[in-house]
């Protein structure tokens, strides 16, 4: 089963919320085109919050 993840807005403290979508076998364009939609609807900002995850 294919799948695909994507960006889908942002959550009250501005960080980002993405969404899983699984498709029937050998649908892989129908995800994609489904992405894409996504993509164009939903305005790319930088995050609020950062964590530091690795050591300096």
Known sequence: MPGISFPV???EASL???MQ??????QEA????LALAAER????????IHY?????
């Not at 979508?21 to 050998?26: C, D, L, S, T, V």
């Not at 609807?41 to 609020?48: G, L």
């Open 9 to 11: 807005g942002y959550n």
């Open 16 to 18: 980002p919320l993405g």
């Open 21 to 26: 979508a699984i498709g029937r076998a050998w």
């Open 30 to 33: 129908t995800l994609l085109r």
């Open 41 to 48: 609807v939903v305005d790319r900002r930088s995050p609020q």
């Open 52 to 56: 530091r995850i690795l050591p300096e």
